[in-house]
């Protein structure tokens, strides 16, 4: 695998927590760089079986000459489409790892990143139709002032969203970081050029260029439909590893291994018995910072890992 295409987060921890058996059939919903399906495949048996998703085509570049591997180029929120299409009911174990790839954050023409100029993209799918940009032109001040306030997390999101509407159009992430610092002096830049940020800019940066991605992508949405997958998907015994890289991604499979919904809410049954799909998932695992130091883009991962009741 090219080191600098991903290098996945706690990979240790995750492969640990699947407990993989030998002839297991097993799901990497986020191929990537495949980390996670070469040390999932070196566990498995000449009976076993592994299905990596990802709906960047780009990732079939990392492909693995292996007959117990399958590429599906799909969204991981149609996974039970999928393993229904290849005959399978039910599988011993799931991993997402919910971060962008490296090599998405540093090629400037994907738009992922305000650290380079380049068209404001941020499709994961280069299929689909909406990109950034469409949703910063044709979003309504209000729409996109719910955006910056539900997936950036942003105070001042009203105040943004009405000076990126009082622009002509945005089209590239020079412009959006103008608007955001208020540097409206940065000039156009080639694709690729690094763009001048301060230290203290780059956290509402993040915040913005976040709230933006997972709108384009739906990711929240394809989170929540993949977690109640899990629910038939999985087998009894059988274990789920997520890796999140944000609070909401994690509140979400959080509150899911708690509850079985991502709300959060508890249910019980008819004798005051909790209902539940999974146990464990409470329990977080980070980073230490030996892995940081040497994977400075891994320091805000974060593992839950739970098993089908």
Do not use: C
């Amino acid at each position: 695998m090219p080191n600098d295409y991903h290098i996945p987060a706690l990979l240790e921890q995750t492969i640990e927590g699947l407990h993989i058996k030998t002839d297991g059939i097993y799901v990497d919903a986020t191929f990537g760089g495949g980390g996670h399906s070469r040390a999932i495949l070196e566990q498995l048996g000449k009976k076993g079986k592994l299905f990596s998703f990802d709906q960047d085509i780009a990732a079939l570049t990392n492909q693995i000459d292996d007959e117990r591997w399958e590429f599906i180029h799909g969204n991981f929120r149609y996974v039970a489409n999928y393993m229904d299409y290849y005959g399978v009911e039910q599988i011993d174990g799931l991993v997402a790892d919910l971060g962008v790839s490296f090599y998405d954050f540093d090629t400037a023409q994907r738009g992922f990143s305000f650290r380079f100029a380049g068209p404001l993209d941020m499709r994961m799918n280069t299929q689909a139709k909406k990109k950034a940009s469409d949703i910063l032109n044709t979003y309504s001040e209000e729409d996109l002032a719910r955006v910056f306030a539900l997936y950036g997390e942003l105070a001042d999101a009203k105040s943004l969203a009405r000076k990126i509407k009082q622009a002509e159009r945005v089209e590239r992430t020079e412009e959006l970081v103008a608007i955001v610092t208020g540097k409206r002096g940065i000039q156009a830049l080639a694709d690729g050029q690094e763009i001048a940020v301060e230290p203290f800019e780059r956290k509402k940066l993040s915040q913005v260029f976040q709230a933006l991605r997972i709108e384009v992508n739906d990711e929240l949405g394809a989170l929540q439909e993949l977690l109640q997958t899990t629910k038939t998907l999985v087998k009894s015994g059988g274990y789920v590893a997520i890796l999140s890289y944000h609070s909401l991604e994690d509140r979400m499979v959080k509150n899911f291994f708690a509850s079985g919904n991502i709300q959060g809410e508890k249910q019980k049954d008819f004798y005051g018995n909790l209902l539940k799909d999974f146990e464990g998932g409470n329990k977080v695992i980070v980073p230490s910072q030996a892995e940081i130091e040497q994977n400075p883009r891994s320091r805000s991962a974060k593992l839950r890992v739970a098993r089908k009741i």
